[in-house]
């Protein structure tokens, strides 16, 4: 031999072939076949592997003719396999065994070449996917095409396009640069891809305040609007305005924790304020359910709040196109009116959408602004989305949701006071 293996290697070696095998016995004890592998068997081959590799550790000679001798037998062994019949009729065409028993012999070179962490990742993720096979199956039946083809398009924003992208300024006109304003849409979809999937995969999110606070993470607008409009079905009034001002309290959170992402220091100057305009609207969200509940009829379950893909490319290139505009508009502004034409700007935009313009501002879209006045502009944005949220409350509802509206209203002028302090206005 050419080198002389750690007594912790072979430890680890033999323990996790003995664990790689207990869980193979274990799962196929369900069955009245018997499979090649197992408690003994696992633990021989790792050995074997481990062996093997030690003989030639820098050409793997030994070790791929045991591979190759091992193959070999595996496959006599598949084709006899794939004659016998389940319980159906189907043919037994799986090629689990087979890859347990190559994952058995590769995990002694594994543990010997490699860091332990490798060898303990791969053997435990392996036993994970073998006792899970029935929950796996499970998920696999109650996912959606349109789902996994989400996740790809998740995956195309994250993966492929978010490196093409150049990494500096293309204009004068702004310090922006294309891949912070892919970055800024990747973080917010994110947040709104996980609360998306929460709602429809999590039993608990699917009706009550659950389904309010994960619209708050995807779009406390839209899910002011959908609120509202589900009093047309005859759901309690009450409980749905509870749940527009919680909706409006995770935003402040979910606005907070976007700002974290990208500047530090103004998400601690926001932590204060934001967390407790939050608490504020949750604490007012507990007594418009309280009294909900103590004078209407038992909940009704709402319905999904975000029926619509929140990861597709148009969305995505139109929020990044609208970034690119705030980003410019705000430098302008800057330099034109300076604070006050900054702040005016956040009351304006806030009736749209306000993630492009926070995230400019926490990426350094307004060049010479302190975090005071930057954090000021937030508070103005946040509070006037609020007044444009109270406003559409009012309107879908035919002004039933006076509480609603009313404790919008309240956590607007609030915002605005905290600004008034923060940013000296």
């Given at each position: 031999m050419n080198t002389t293996p750690a007594p912790v290697s072979v430890a680890l070696l033999l323990g996790l072939s003995f664990f790689l095998g207990l869980a193979f016995e274990d799962f196929f004890a369900r069955t009245d076949t018997q499979r090649p592998g197992g408690i003994r068997t696992f633990p021989m081959l790792a050995l074997a592997g481990g062996v093997?590799?030690?003989?030639?550790?820098?050409?793997?000679?030994?070790?791929?003719?045991?591979?190759?001798?091992?193959?070999?037998?595996?496959?006599?062994?598949y084709r006899e396999h794939v004659r016998e019949r389940e319980g159906r009729g189907d043919p037994n065409v799986g090629l689990l065994v087979m890859v347990l028993n190559i994952h058995a012999y590769l995990l002694g070179a594994i543990a010997l070449a490699l860091p332990h962490w490798i060898a303990v990742a791969t053997t435990v993720t392996s036993v994970l996917l073998l006792t899970g096979r029935e929950r796996l199956h499970e998920l696999a039946r109650r996912i959606e095409l349109r789902e996994i083809v989400t996740a790809g398009q998740f995956l195309i924003l994250t993966g492929i396009i978010l490196p093409l992208l150049p990494s500096e300024p293309v204009t004068t006109l702004t310090s922006i640069t294309p891949r912070q304003a892919w970055l800024a849409l990747v973080a917010v979809s994110s947040i709104s891809y996980a609360s998306y999937l929460a709602?429809?995969?999590?039993?608990?999110?699917a009706g009550g305040l659950w389904?309010?606070?994960?619209?708050?993470?995807?779009?406390?607008?839209?899910?002011?609007?959908?609120?509202?409009?589900?009093?047309?079905t005859g759901a309690a009034i009450g409980e749905l305005q509870a749940g527009i001002t919680?909706?409006?309290?995770?935003?402040?959170?979910?606005?907070?924790?976007?700002?974290a992402v990208f500047n530090l220091p103004l998400a601690y100057r926001l932590a204060l304020p934001m967390c407790g305009l939050s608490s504020a609207a949750v604490l007012i969200c507990a007594l418009q359910y309280w009294r909900a509940r103590r004078s209407s009829d038992k909940t009704q379950a709402m319905p999904p709040l975000t029926e619509g893909n929140p990861l597709a490319l148009g969305s995505a290139a139109l929020f990044s196109v609208l970034f690119i505009l705030v980003s410019l508009l705000s430098t302008w502004v800057k330099s034109?009116?300076?604070?006050?034409?900054?702040?005016?700007?956040?009351?304006?935009?806030?009736i749209t959408d306000v993630d492009p313009f926070v995230l400019n501002l926490a990426q350094g879209g307004t060049p010479g602004?302190?975090?005071?006045?930057?954090?000021?502009?937030?508070?103005?944005?946040?509070?006037?989305?609020?007044?444009?949220?109270?406003?559409?409350?009012?309107?879908?509802?035919?002004?039933?949701?006076?509480?609603?509206?009313?404790?919008?209203?309240?956590?607007?002028?609030?915002?605005?006071?905290?600004?008034?302090?923060?940013?000296?206005?």
């Open positions: 093997l590799y030690l003989f030639d550790p820098l050409h793997f000679i030994p070790f791929t003719g045991g591979l190759v001798v091992l193959g070999a037998w595996l496959v006599i062994y709602q429809r995969y999590w039993p608990p999110a389904m309010a606070a994960l619209g708050g993470l995807y779009s406390s607008t839209a899910t002011t609007v959908a609120l509202a409009r589900q009093t047309k919680l909706a409006s309290g995770i935003m402040y959170l979910r606005i907070l924790a976007i700002v034109q009116f300076g604070v006050s034409g900054l702040y005016s700007l956040a009351a304006v935009i806030g602004a302190a975090n005071e006045t930057l954090a000021a502009a937030i508070l103005i944005a946040c509070s006037s989305n609020n007044i444009f949220k109270a406003g559409c409350a009012a309107a879908f509802t035919g002004g039933r949701a006076t509480a609603a509206s009313a404790a919008l209203v309240f956590l607007a002028l609030a915002g605005v006071a905290v600004a008034i302090l923060t940013g000296g206005l």
